[in-house]
């Protein structure tokens, strides 16, 4: 399977042996494919289902409505089409990615006016949903405790101490953004190269999918090159890590090429909504890459907040040009 399915039930529940267990076939996942699925994660499917009920009303408003929150990539709020192009990241030229998002994550400021501006930005919540907020806020908590108990996991994986990454998240940078992939009845026939989302990797450490099944979905490149269907289980979390996470193991575990397809004319009318967090580090915090046994690449050392940023930057309609050939935006 592209996508290999684990049981975290004997990592909460079970004996020593069925961590060990959970453990390495975490590791075994993160090594070949780069993604898993996640069951026995104790979120309820309740708030899941909430979360994104409340999002379609939102998504449902006039273009006039959802404009009073519009913002670009990293800001707080409605990122409306046309915004984003995250092929961009991997040097691809591409049409705009076919979706609207709506974007919150940390909030809580650590006193430093140039980092709060964009890494603690206050939530922006729409007056027009107001049971969103609560409801967001809530899931946003879920997903910070499950993303720092998955990197506990990570950590027994590679027979570190269980705070090995936790100590780097003690106050983290993390973005959640609610996708909204409307249908091609809306949105007319893609242009060619054009995708819900273009080919791209991660940026950050790992991330928390909740997803639906669809013609237009979730597709994972192997690692022969292949482009191969994701699986679906509506019980699981679809899980990888990002490049900061492949740079911090020295390339023991993959950030994975993937992709959401365009609309397909079979399904003219199917739509879907993705639940995404995106987990990172403190945003000051230095990774180093592991040494070899454990890592096979030792790369520079960089300041999350500086690295991500500039991966931000590159996905960005219109920033893009702008990119010297250092990496950085003028």
């Not at 949903?129 to 027994?156: C, G, H, K």
Request: net charge negative.
């Amino acid at each position: 399977m592209p996508v290999p399915l684990i049981d975290l039930s004997p990592w909460f529940h079970g004996t020593g042996r069925d961590r060990d267990q959970v453990a390495s076939a975490v590791d075994t996942a993160l090594r070949d494919s780069g993604f898993l699925m996640v069951t026995g994660h104790g979120v309820p499917d309740e708030l899941r289902d909430r979360t994104r009920a409340l999002a379609r009303r939102f998504f449902a408003l006039p273009e006039a409505t959802k404009a009073a929150y519009a913002v670009t990539v990293g800001g707080r709020g409605w990122l409306p089409p046309g915004v984003e192009a995250n092929a961009y990241a991997e040097g691809t030229e591409s049409p705009p990615d076919l979706k609207e998002s709506y974007s919150v994550g940390a909030d809580d400021a650590v006193g430093d006016p140039e980092v709060d501006a964009f890494w603690f930005q206050p939530n922006v919540w729409p007056d027009e949903v107001p049971e969103l907020a609560a409801t967001a806020r809530e899931y946003l908590s879920r997903m910070r405790t499950l993303s720092d108990q998955l990197l506990t996991v990570f950590a027994a994986a590679l027979g570190l101490p269980a705070e090995f990454f936790t100590r780097h998240t003690g106050h983290p940078t993390y973005t959640f953004n609610i996708n909204w992939y409307p249908p091609m009845s809306r949105v007319g026939t893609p242009e060619a190269g054009q995708f819900r989302i273009g080919p791209h990797t991660d940026f950050g450490t790992v991330t928390v999918l909740d997803r639906q099944a669809g013609v237009g979905g979730l597709q994972v490149c192997t690692s022969d090159g292949r482009w191969e269907d994701a699986p679906f289980d509506p019980t699981a979390f679809t899980v990888n890590i990002g490049d900061l996470m492949a740079r911090w193991t020295g390339d023991r575990w993959r950030s994975t090429r993937h992709r959401v397809l365009p609309p397909d004319p079979s399904a003219p009318d199917e739509d879907l909504v993705s639940l995404i967090f995106f987990y990172e580090t403190d945003h000051d915090a230095r990774i180093n890459s592991l040494a070899p046994p454990l890592g096979s690449t030792r790369y520079p050392e960089v300041v999350a907040s500086e690295y991500l940023r500039g991966k931000l930057d590159e996905i960005t309609v219109g920033q893009h040009d702008r990119i010297g050939p250092d990496g950085v935006v003028p």
